[in-house]
C-alpha cells in the first residue's frame, strides 16, 4: 500500500492489542459456553479474516482485519491450556504441556523461514492466504478430536468486559507505541489511563464469585507466584530475542550469520521442553523453573560479556543454554499454574497463562525501545544485561514457592 513504517507498525499492533483485550473474557465465557466451541468459532473467526487480510484493499481495511483475526486468535489462545488439562489424565498433564510446548517452539523457529519462503515465490497477501486451508483443515480436525467440557450456570458481564477491553488496549497500545518510537507523552497518556481504567474494573470484579481477572485464583499462592514467574521469564526473553540481532551485528556479523547464531536458541528450547515436560509430572515446578532461569540467566550474562572477537562456537553454546533453561522452565511452571486453579476455573487459568505471555513479551519489547533511545551504541548490549537480571529475579522467584508449597488444586 506504500505506507509509512509508522502507519504499517498498526497492522502488527491492533492483532495484539485485540488478543490481549479478549483473552480473558473470551476464557471466561470458555467456562459458560464449553471450551471447544470457543477454540472452534476461535478457528472460524481467524480463518475468515485470515481471507479478508489477503483480499484487504487497503492499509485500514487490513488493520480492521487484523483486529478480527486477533479476536480470533484470542479464542484459541484463551482456552487451549484448558482443553489440554481436559484432553489428558493428571499423570501425563507435564507430558502434555512439555508437547505443546515443543510444538510452539518449532513452530516459532519455522515461521521466519516459511514466510521468506513464501515471499520468495509470491505476494505478501499469500502471508494471510495460506492460513485458510489450513485454518479449515483445523476446524475438522478440532471438531472430531476436541473434548466436550462442562459448563457453568452463571452469565457474562458485558460491564466486565468492556472495562477489561479498555483496559488492555490503552495499557498495550501505550506499551507499543513506546516500543515502536511514537511520541513519549501521547503514550504514557494511554497507559495512566489504562491504569485508572484497571482500578475501576478492579473495584468492580473484585466480589463476584467468577471475574473476569481471576482474583480468586490471584489468591492461592502457588498461582500467583507461578503467574510473576512466567511473565518475568518472557519479559527477559523478549528484550533478549529483539536486543540480539542487533547485539550479533554489533559484533562485527553479517546478517546471513546473525540469522542462523538466532537458531541455537529456539532449537535447544524445542529440545528440552518434551523432557521438561516428562519431569514436571515426577518433580517440583519449583526447582526445574527456578535451575531452568537460572541457566538462562547465566546464558544471558555470558552474551552480555561476549566478546568481539569470540568464536561462533562460543556464541552458540550460550545461546543454547538460554534455550535450554527456558525450555526447562516453561511446562513445569505452566503445569504448577493449571493445577493449582480448580477444573471449573481452568479457562480463567489459561487465560492468565496467555495474559502472562503476551504482557511479558510486550513489557520487554518497550523495555528495550527504551533502552535502545537513551543508549543508541550500546543499547542492545544494555539490554541482555537487564534481560539477565530479570531472569534470575524469575528464578528467585520459582524457588520461592519451595517456602510452604501447598497446592489448592482440585483435580
Partial sequence: FRASA??????????????????????????????????????????????????????????????????????IMSVSAALVRFTYPHSLLGRALGINAFVVATSAA???????????????????????????????????????????????SYVG?????????????GLQSLAHDAATWPAVGEIVCGCALGLVLARYELDRAAPLIPFDLLRVRLFSLSLATSICSFMAQAAALIALPFEIQRLGRSAVETGLLMTPWPLALALAAPV??????????????????????????????FPHDGTATGFVWRMALCGLGFGLFQSPN??????????????????????ARLLGQTLGAAGVAILFRAYPASGSNLALSVAAAIALLAALVSMVRLAGNSTAAAH
Fill in 334 to 355: 505452566n503445569r504448577a499454574l493449571l493445577t493449582s486453579a480448580p477444573r471449573a476455573r481452568s479457562g480463567a487459568a489459561g487465560g492468565m497463562l496467555s495474559t
Fill in 6 to 75: 509508522a502507519a504499517s507498525i498498526w497492522v502488527i499492533n491492533a492483532y495484539q492489542v485485540a488478543i490481549l483485550a479478549a483473552l480473558l473474557p473470551l476464557a471466561s465465557l470458555g467456562e459458560i459456553v464449553g471450551y471447544k466451541r470457543i477454540s472452534i468459532s476461535g478457528l472460524g473467526v481467524f480463518t475468515l479474516a485470515s481471507l479478508v487480510c489477503a483480499c484487504a484493499p487497503s492499509l485500514t481495511a487490513l488493520s480492521v482485519a487484523r483486529v478480527i483475526q486477533g479476536l480470533g486468535a484470542a479464542g
Fill in 276 to 305: 521438561a515436560g516428562r519431569l514436571a509430572d515426577r518433580y517440583p515446578a519449583a526447582v526445574m523453573g527456578g535451575l531452568g532461569l537460572a541457566a538462562m540467566a547465566a546464558g544471558l550474562a555470558l552474551l552480555a560479556v
Fill in 161 to 173: 468486559v468492556a472495562l477489561h477491553a479498555g483496559t488492555f488496549g490503552l495499557l498495550i497500545s
Fill in 110 to 156: 519455522l515461521g521466519p523461514t516459511v514466510a521468506s519462503a513464501v515471499l520468495a515465490v509470491g505476494h505478501w497477501r499469500w502471508l494471510f492466504g495460506i492460513n485458510v486451508p489450513i485454518g479449515v483443515i483445523t476446524i475438522l480436525i478440532a471438531g472430531r478430536a476436541l473434548p466436550e467440557t462442562a459448563r457453568s450456570p452463571r452469565r457474562l
